[in-house]
């Protein structure tokens, strides 16, 4: 009768553990998932970041250029460029310092295809005029 016992028994797993066991993967998944979207969150962000930094690199060399050239006049200048595959609002700010011949520019780079102008680069730098 013992054997009639034991040979009823069946090995393997209860749905319970079945599903324990998926609920647990299916957590480590979701946080894999959730990590991975992060990641690339932050790398488009530093794409950004790094794009809009060169745009303001371009228009600051434009200026230093042009105060070999030609005289620096101060005011406010608002531009559209487009790099890297992005529209760019670039709005540079010209003001005169206490110094003769020198000028403060400050440029603010912002995207502009993104409805909310995030600004992703801001440079200031001293200028001086052609002497």
Not at 85 to 101: D, P, Q, S
Request: net charge neutral; no cysteine; aromatic share 4%.
């Amino acid at each position: 009768m013992l054997a009639s016992v034991t040979a009823s028994r069946q090995s393997g797993f209860t749905l319970i553990e079945v599903l324990v066991a998926l609920l647990i993967v299916s957590l480590g998944i979701v946080s894999v998932i959730q990590v991975t979207a992060k990641h690339v969150s932050n790398i488009t962000e530093l794409e950004r970041r790094m794009l809009a930094s060169w745009v303001a690199s371009n228009y600051m060399a434009e200026i230093r250029h042009d105060a070999k050239v030609d005289k620096i006049r101060s005011g406010g200048k608002t531009e559209r460029v487009k790099l890297g595959g992005h529209e760019w609002r670039l709005k540079a700010n010209i003001e005169e310092t206490e110094v003769e011949k020198v000028f403060l520019v400050t440029i603010e780079v912002a995207d502009d295809s993104n409805i909310d102008k995030k600004v992703y680069a801001n440079v200031t730098s001293a200028v001086a005029d052609r002497l």
